[in-house]
């Protein structure tokens, strides 16, 4: 089960910070951690702890730390924070506005707290495939989290749809539990890292369903079928799974952005200078949220705790300093 943040005494409504950091992923941590080495008084707002990593299965890339479990390894992250006194709160940031020098933050439950500089590192969301079935059988077959659901599908037949990293991780997962495992991509070619790749092929538990779409997702009270299409042939058939997998990458929240100013790209995500600096003066923006001619599209836990600190440090300087040219 992905870690769940934990629920201390929330800080007094309307307290001023120096910096309100929102996101709790790798970026909104590591950029909390810098935040209180530096001596800013700061607050992280996010809807769950490890952002992505809460949902990840084994890393195995992120340097000094050797085979360890996402949600292991966001508890890491939490309590090095922790160990500074930054407060965290569970709860979803539904607007912001810049009034003077200062920045409004409200939540979901309509509290408001007040800061210098902000710092967005939502991250993004789970991409849907958008066909029939897909939503009736959520939770009932139909998963986005493997490490969270692989245990539900022991002896069970299983599908993961995506051509990524985390569909390949996915696929290797389910086969400690799944006796077989169907990889369906739309390509015929995976994006994935090579050593993804090589290991998904040479296991015998894995059938790779190419150039394929899934069409629609049916059962009963459960998931039993996907119907899926060869792109080349136009050929519709089924496959008899009892659970599937959807891995078919992210989007940022783009009407968030839109709703406070942010410039972005064609694609919704943030852009950003090689400060974090963003086109609003006392805004910065870290991880996999960002974009921008700086920035390398490249979106691992190491690069997320990178922009974080730099994110911290651009906010730090600020603060202190005065105002930042917005570099791109």
Request: hydrophobic letters at 40%; charged letters at 25%; a positive charge.
């Amino acid at each position: 089960m992905p870690f769940r943040l934990s629920m201390p005494k929330r800080p007094e409504a309307g307290k001023e910070y120096d910096l309100i950091i929102v996101g709790a992923g790798p970026a909104g941590l590591s950029a909390g951690l810098y935040a209180a080495r530096l001596g800013l008084r700061s607050l992280i707002v996010g809807e769950e702890i490890g952002g992505a990593l809460a949902d990840a299965g084994e890393v195995d890339d992120y340097l000094g730390i050797m085979a360890i479990q996402g949600p292991e390894l966001a508890k890491k992250f939490e309590a090095h924070v922790r160990k500074y006194k930054v407060p965290i709160i569970r709860d979803k940031v539904v607007g912001v506005k810049k009034s003077g020098n200062l920045f409004s933050v409200k939540l979901l439950d309509g509290t408001n707290y007040l800061s210098k500089a902000l710092i967005l590192a939502v991250g993004s969301e789970r991409r849907k495939l958008g066909v029939p079935g897909e939503k009736e059988f959520s939770g009932k077959g139909v998963s986005y989290c493997a490490p969270c659901d692989a245990p539900l599908f022991k002896g069970k037949i299983t599908a993961v749809v995506g051509g990524g990293n985390s569909a390949l991780q996915a696929a290797l997962l389910l086969t400690v539990y799944s006796p077989k495992v169907y990889l369906i991509h739309r390509r015929d070619k995976f994006r994935a890292f090579p050593i993804y790749v090589n290991n998904v092929l040479k296991e015998q538990r894995i059938q790779l369903v190419l150039n394929s779409l899934v069409r629609r997702v049916g059962g009963d009270r459960r998931v039993k079928w996907v119907e899926i299409e060869d792109r080349l042939s136009g050929e519709v058939r089924k496959l008899e799974v009892e659970g599937i997998v959807i891995e078919i990458g992210s989007k940022p929240p783009n009407e968030f952005f839109k709703s406070i100013g942010l410039t972005t790209d064609n694609k919704g995500y943030i852009i950003v200078g090689p400060g974090q600096e963003t086109n609003i003066e006392g805004l910065f923006a870290a991880g996999d949220c960002t974009a921008g001619p700086h920035k390398k599209k490249f979106d691992q836990v190491v690069t997320a705790v990178a922009e974080g600190a730099v994110a911290a440090l651009s906010a730090y300087e600020y603060i202190t300093l005065g105002a930042i040219e917005v570099n791109y």
